[in-house]
């Protein structure tokens, strides 16, 4: 079975700080990796596809791949209270479809 | 970045009645999308693939007679629930993939809540 993992949380982070979200997959063959955020009662929406072992930034957001552990992590800088969502990790182990992990629900407090 | 739309994004119906849904990727052409149901506060749920110009397939435990998915072109994909009951009542979902040789993405939908009554 190939799986995705996250930590459920919540994870509550202040206002300014970084947040790290982590997520390991079962697949040492997958190319391919998404974070996604999902607002409450909307559906997901695409933060980040890494691809390459090593860091991808864009804007407040770094994601982080590595495939000898089998492990990719988001981190967002200077998180704002709209951070607030939950965050899917997300996995293409070849077959076109996408693996989810159940989430991580981050709390950014003021 | 890409986008898909999806529509009606609220729809209340009686049991028994049928509801289409549809999914439209509207800046590229997306010859596979998908399907998801999501309830509340648990995670999305899978239901089938839609392929442009072949059946669907569908994931284990999903009845393809229920769930009627058509994918007449490289920009939209129905789904229509069929004789629904009030245990159909769920937010469902569709995605896009764009793949273009070196990316493989696939682009959400905003959703369609259905209420059946």
């Known amino acids: 079975q190939k799986e995705v993992e996250q930590n459920s949380g919540p994870l509550s982070v202040p206002e300014g700080a970084i947040a790290s979200l982590n997520c390991t997959y079962s697949?040492?063959?997958?190319?391919?990796f998404f974070w996604y955020r999902q607002y409450s009662g909307k559906s997901p929406e695409l933060i980040m596809s890494?691809?390459?072992?090593g860091d991808k930034e864009d804007g407040r957001f770094t994601a982080q791949l590595n495939k000898a552990s089998q492990y990719v992590s988001l981190l967002i800088r200077d998180s704002q209270p709209s951070d607030s969502a939950t965050y899917l990790c997300?996995?293409?182990?070849?077959?076109?479809?996408?693996?989810f992990g159940t989430g991580t629900r981050l709390t950014i407090i003021p | 970045g890409a986008v898909v739309s999806q529509h009606p994004s609220r729809v209340i119906c009686k049991s028994g009645t049928s509801v289409k849904i549809e999914c439209r990727s509207l800046?590229?052409?997306?010859?596979?999308m998908f399907w998801y149901r999501q309830f509340p506060k648990q995670s999305l749920m899978l239901m089938a693939t839609?392929?442009?110009?072949?059946?669907?397939?569908?994931e284990q435990g999903v009845e393809k007679d229920k769930f009627l998915i058509n994918h007449a072109s490289l920009t939209l994909s129905t789904l229509t629930v069929t004789s629904a009951h009030p245990e159909d009542s769920s937010f469902y979902i569709c995605?896009?993939?764009?793949?273009?040789?070196?990316?493989?993405?696939?682009?959400f939908g905003p959703g369609t809540r259905l209420t059946v009554l």
């Open positions: 995605s896009a993939r764009e793949a273009s040789g070196v990316t493989d993405t696939q682009y």
């Open positions: 697949d040492r063959g997958s190319q391919s």
């Open positions: 890494i691809y390459s072992n």
């Open positions: 997300a996995a293409n182990f070849g077959n076109e479809k996408l693996t």
């Open positions: 800046d590229f052409q997306a010859t596979t």
């Open positions: 839609s392929n442009e110009g072949s059946k669907a397939t569908y």
